[in-house]
C-alpha cells in the first residue's frame, strides 16, 4: 500500500513521526509511506487552501517534502506534484496535537488535509491525540494514538463501504485523554458540540503600547452529547466519525420548504 501522510502540526512535530509508524504499520512490508507537511504550524486554518499566492515546496528526504501551505495544500502538492507517478491509496493526517472533537472539527487544519484527499478521490482519515489530566505529562502524551493507532486504521477500511458518486467519506479519529492500555475501545460517534464552550479573545498590551488579542480555546473536558464524539472520548474510548464534505442540512430542507416559489 502507497500512504501519504500530512498533518497541521508541521512537519517536525512529535505527532507526525507518531503517524508515519502507524503508516508503515500499515502500509506492510513492500509498502511506501510519502509525506508531504507544512514547513511551519498551520493549526487552525481548518481548509484553507493557498489559491492567491504560491507556496515553496522542498524535498527534505526520499519521499519527504516540506510545503509552506496549509494541510489541504500539502495534500494537493503530494497528489499532483511529488507523487505524480503513481497516488497514494490512502492518506493519513495527523497524529494532532490535541482533540479535533466536536467544534474543534470546523477549524481544524488535520480535518482540511482529510477533506481535500476525500476531494480529490482518495481514502482519508484524520487523527488527533486527545489530551487530559491522565496523560498529559506521560513521557510520550501521544502513546494512545501510537498503541492504537494501526488497528483503528485497518478497521475503518475492512468496514468502508465502496465509493459510487457525490462527495467521498472521510473519517476523523479522536485518541482519549488516557493511557494507552485504559483505552477501552472504539466507538462511531457523531460530531458533537461542547456547551457554553467556545473561542474567545484576551487583549494584551505589549511594552510599546500596542494592543494585541490572542485566541483563546474553550475548556476542552466539557461533555459533548450522550454517545458523541468527545463524550465517548472522555470516557476512554476511541472515536471514529464518518464525514462528507457537504455542509447541507439535508433534513432542513424539507421542513424549510416555504422559501420555496
Known amino acids: 500500500m502507497r500512504i501519504l501522510i500530512t498533518n497541521d502540526d508541521g512537519i517536525n512535530a512529535p505527532g507526525l513521526a507518531v503517524l508515519h509508524a502507524i503508516a508503515t504499520d500499515v502500509a506492510g512490508p513492500g509498502g511506501e509511506v510519502w509525506t508531504c507537511a507544512p514547513a511551519f504550524e498551520q493549526s487552525g486554518v481548518g481548509h484553507c487552501i493557498s489559491y492567491t499566492h504560491p507556496m515553496m515546496i522542498n ?7 516540506a510545503a509552506e501551505g496549509s494541510p489541504a495544500d500539502c495534500v494537493l502538492a503530494a497528489i499532483h506534484d511529488a507523487m505524480t507517478a503513481a497516488p497514494p491509496d490512502l492518506v493519513l493526517s495527523g497524529v494532532n496535537r490535541g482533540n479535533n472533537s466536536a467544534e474543534n472539527t470546523l477549524y481544524s487544519g488535520t480535518i482540511g488535509g482529510a477533506m481535500e ?22 513521557d510520550d502524551p501521544f502513546e494512545g494514538a501510537a498503541a492504537h493507532g494501526a488497528d483503528v486504521v485497518r478497521r475503518i477500511l475492512a468496514n468502508t463501504p465502496a465509493h459510487t458518486d457525490g462527495y467521498r467519506l472521510f473519517y476523523n479519529v479522536n ?18 458540540l461542547r456547551p457554553g464552550t467556545g473561542f474567545t479573545t484576551e487583549p494584551h498590551v505589549s511594552p510599546s503600547g500596542r494592543r494585541f488579542l490572542w485566541i483563546r480555546g474553550g475548556d476542552q473536558q466539557v461533555r459533548t452529547a450522550e454517545g458523541s464524539d468527545a463524550a465517548v472520548n472522555l470516557d476512554g474510548y476511541v472515536s471514529v466519525t464518518p464525514m462528507r464534505a457537504d455542509l447541507t442540512d439535508h433534513a432542513a430542507l424539507s421542513t424549510l420548504s416555504g422559501i420555496d416559489t
Open 59 to 65: 524535498q527534505l528526504d526520499d519521499c519527504v517534502f
Open 117 to 138: 484527499a476525500a476531494l480529490q478521490g482518495l481514502p482519508a482519515i484524520a487523527m488527533s491525540q486527545f489530551f487530559g489530566v491522565e496523560n498529559r505529562s506521560l
Open 175 to 192: 485518541f482519549p485523554p488516557v493511557p494507552a492500555a485504559d483505552v477501552k475501545g472504539i466507538r462511531l460517534a457523531a460530531q458533537g
